[in-house]
């Protein structure tokens, strides 16, 4: 694409959507990129809150003993 091409399709886009909708878009691109931006960095550094917990210790397998359906009755 050359220069004439670009200047070209800038025009169109400005007579399409107008400059004041342009400049709504470009703020609204640029805070979600930096909400996402903080999100990344948010991962890396979990808060005591977020950490999972580890499961509680397994019950004695003995107390919980199911009847095996092969015994005789």
Same mark, same amino acid.
């Given at each position: !694409?050359? /220069?004439?091409?670009?200047? /070209?399709?800038? /025009?169109?886009?400005?007579?399409?959507?107008? @400059?004041k909708?342009? +400049?709504?878009? %470009?703020s609204?691109? $640029? $805070? *979600? !990129?930096?909400?996402?931006?903080?999100?990344?960095? %948010? &991962? #890396?550094?979990?808060?005591?809150? =977020? +950490?999972? =917990?580890? #499961?509680?210790? *397994? *019950?004695?397998?003995?107390?919980?003993? =199911?009847?095996?359906? @092969? &015994?005789?009755?």
């Amino acid at each position: !694409m050359s /220069i004439t091409h670009l200047v /070209i399709l800038l /025009i169109v886009v400005v007579l399409i959507f107008g @400059t004041k909708k342009l +400049r709504n878009i %470009g703020s609204d691109l $640029g $805070g *979600a !990129m930096r909400d996402f931006k903080k999100g990344l960095e %948010g &991962e #890396d550094k979990p808060r005591d809150e =977020q +950490r999972l =917990q580890a #499961d509680p210790p *397994a *019950a004695n397998p003995a107390e919980h003993k =199911q009847p095996d359906s @092969t &015994e005789s009755k």
